[in-house]
């Protein structure tokens, strides 16, 4: 909907009212970890490991949201700008929150949109639950159910080897892990199929990438979890105060509250945090949330907002000449670590395996696109994060919360359609306080939408990034034998295709 409303030109959707006041993160300085109020001395050490010494603006605005009195009593919508550092602003309350829990159990569940940025995230919430008795599982089909079954389920102690009874076996199943980081449909295949699987004991669901994950429905992952949630709290309702023992320690725990300061209440709620850098304001998207009293927290007064540090330019060339700019800007970026965006996995495809004909380019070029396997992909992306590649050929399904070090250049091969998706783009460099560039490749057609589209993030000054046309022009010959190979390459690829589909 906020899509369509872009492309027609209108930004007219109505504004929630508790939208209409939100937390300024801007207004937030860092914070050294030893001002941290109420941080536990062992996340301190873990974090100094980590390499950090000082809390983002939007950690120390969640921190004090969330930890100390009134403590999560409202949900948390964050609207912060990419590489701010938003995963370690939810994943440091709620490891510190769980510090103190007594029985294991899934407490918290964080829900991204791919694998790959699962897998990121686990990394942080690694690092972090450890040092104070918490595990972590992932749940994201990197491996098979059966193996990621064992991380999460533990086995029954059953006494003897022996169970005699089959009921008994499943009421034994426990879960293993403190907190889960999932993508959509294997958390629904675990809470579909998984035997002892249970969100039950929820206290926190995270939704990074808000938007994106609200855009599909993943087999109604939402609506799921919200009741499945809601259903136990229903069901311990009734109960509360009346059959303590027949409920077992883990449903008394949750019921008293006494892990979450909801001390005398009867039930506590599940508490939520949404989170992305360009956070939904569509009322019917929002609701699907189920907020309670949501707190807003934003960046600036601007909707939309580009990390501090980021250079945007443009290049402006022919359409047919375009391969040929690339690689002479590829060239003058001297092999700085890059991404190239284009608008589709075929032409990541089609683009890659041309710039990897042109023997100039004395840097490992690979490509990053949903056409490959997830294993490859995950091996590209370990190569590009240790550098061995040094240019990533991507479709969107980069675009998103990716962290990797060192990308100093963002491409747009081709333009982006959205706001949304150049910030989402942009934002895989000029992190965490770094500086980046990112260069847009135009024909003279698309300047004025481009114009139009950045002024979105009140971003008005993209200068031009001047290729010379003398370094395009040295290029031509091996360029036009580039192609010729691209063209033998697409005929043979199309001929295996041909003979896979006749063997089928
Ligand atoms: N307090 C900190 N001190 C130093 N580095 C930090 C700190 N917090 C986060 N970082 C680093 O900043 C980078 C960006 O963090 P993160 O990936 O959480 O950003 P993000 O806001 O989620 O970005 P995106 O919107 O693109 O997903 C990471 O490399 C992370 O390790």
Redesign the pocket.
């Known amino acids: 909907m906020e899509e369509a409303a872009e492309r027609k030109g209108s930004s007219s959707l109505p504004v929630l009212p508790w939208m209409r006041n939100p937390i300024d993160i801007s207004t937030f300085d ?1 914070c050294p970890l030893n001002l941290l109020p109420f941080l536990d001395p062992r996340l301190e050490e873990a974090l100094q490991k ?7 603006p ?2 120390v605005a969640v921190w004090q949201e969330t930890i100390g009195p009134g403590s999560f009593e409202r949900d948390l919508c964050i609207n ?10 939810y994943a440091l309350p709620i490891v510190q929150m769980l510090s103190s829990r007594a029985v294991k159990c899934l407490r918290a569940l964080v829900v991204l949109p791919t694998r790959d940025l699962a897998v ?1 995230v686990k990394e ?1 919430f690694a690092a972090l639950a450890p040092a104070v008795g918490l595990s972590v599982g992932l749940a994201v089909g990197q491996s098979s159910i059966a193996d990621e079954i064992s991380e999460l389920i533990k086995k029954p102690n059953v006494e003897g080897g022996i169970c005699y009874d089959p009921e008994d076996f499943s009421q034994k199943l426990q879960g293993s892990v403190d907190i889960l980081v999932a993508t959509p449909g294997r958390l629904m295949d675990h809470v579909s199929n998984t035997k002892g699987f249970t969100l039950e004991h929820l206290s926190y669901l995270v939704v ?2 808000t938007d994106r994950l609200l855009r599909e429905a993943y087999q109604s992952w939402l609506p799921t979890v919200l009741q499945v949630a809601q259903c136990c709290n229903d069901n311990i309702f009734p109960f509360a105060g009346n059959y303590p023992s027949t409920f077992g320690s883990l449903k008394t725990i949750r019921r008293s509250g006494v892990e979450r300061g909801f001390r005398g209440k009867s039930c506590p709620r599940l508490v939520k945090m949404v ?3 360009t956070l939904t304001q569509d009322p019917s998207k929002l609701s699907q949330l189920d907020l309670h009293h949501p707190l807003f927290l934003t960046t600036g007064e601007k909707r939309y907002q580009l990390p501090e540090q980021l250079k945007s330019f443009k290049v402006i060339c022919e359409s047919k000449l375009k391969p040929l700019y690339l690689v002479a800007l590829l060239q003058s970026l001297q092999g700085d670590k890059c991404i190239v965006f284009t608008s589709s996995v075929e032409s990541t495809h089609r683009l890659c395996t041309l710039l990897n004909f042109i023997s100039d380019l004395k840097v490992e070029i690979k490509e990053y696109s949903r056409l490959q396997r997830q294993s490859i992909r995950s091996k590209t992306l370990k190569s590009f994060r240790a550098g061995k590649i040094r240019v990533l050929v991507s479709s969107d399904a980069m675009a ?4 990797v ?1 060192e990308v100093r250049n963002v491409i747009n091969y081709d333009m982006p359609p959205y706001i949304k998706t150049y910030i ?1 783009r942009a ?2 460099t000029a ?2 306080g770094q500086s980046g560039r990112c260069f847009t490749l135009l024909h003279k057609d698309e300047v004025k939408r481009f114009k139009k589209l950045l002024h979105k993030a009140d971003n008005n000054s993209c200068p031009l990034y001047p290729i010379p046309l003398q370094s395009v022009e040295s290029l031509r010959s091996i360029y036009t034998s580039a192609l010729e190979k691209l063209k033998e390459s697409v005929e043979s690829e199309m001929h295996r295709k041909r003979k896979v589909q006749l063997k089928n």
Request: proline share 3%.
């Open positions: 860092v980590m390499g950090i010494a000082s809390l983002f939007v950690q912060s700008p990419t590489g701010s550092g938003k995963t370690l602003a990121q942080v990074d990438e989170l992305s850098a998103r919360g990716m962290d070090e989402h934002g895989r992190r965490a």
